[in-house]
């Protein structure tokens, strides 16, 4: 059915990422690479795209990397997909086909519809709502192993 991109899925992981285990320090896209298994070369280009977009801030150095623009809670999965959407746009096979007038006047707009009601429910669903479900889930992050608190 509506069956979102590796670039998609990939971005979202990214940013979920960066929010879940950054221990105040910008994480390094090799870090994200080992802990989530996505190819180089799709992460660079993504993350990219992601700084330009305001959603990440790249952060140049020997412990540079990416972090958030803004508070997890600030962030939305619908502005990663926008941002992901625009990336693909120039891919998009079917944007230009040509179609029967059913096809035009009635499937078409039944899709669009549907993708505002899916971006709307996206546009609800912030980081800070997936770290809360990731953190629910048991999954450790490593912002906990590399905090050191001493009194």
């Known amino acids: 059915m509506l069956r979102p991109s590796k670039k998609l899925l990939f971005a979202i992981e990214a940013v979920l990422d960066i ?3 950054a221990a105040g320090e910008p994480v390094q896209s ?3 690479t080992r802990r989530q298994g996505i190819p180089r070369r799709y992460l ?4 990219q795209h992601l700084v330009r977009s305001g959603i990440l801030v790249g952060v140049r150095g020997p412990k540079g990397g990416y972090r958030l623009a803004r508070e997890r809670r600030r962030v939305t999965v619908g502005e990663i997909v926008r ?3 625009t990336m693909e746009a120039a891919e998009d096979p079917y944007k230009d ?3 029967s007038p059913l096809g035009v006047n009635v499937v078409r707009p039944l899709w669009g519809e549907l993708q505002e009601e899916v971006m709307e429910r996206l546009d609800s669903i912030t980081i800070d709502d997936l770290c809360t479900k990731a953190f ?3 999954l450790e992050s490593e912002a906990h192993k590399a905090m050191d608190f001493t009194i």
């Open 136 to 138: 629910q889930s048991g």
């Open 19 to 21: 929010a879940y285990h």
């Open 83 to 85: 941002v992901v959407q």
């Open 44 to 47: 660079e280009q993504t993350l």
């Open 30 to 32: 090799r870090e994200i």
């Open 97 to 99: 086909l040509p179609g």
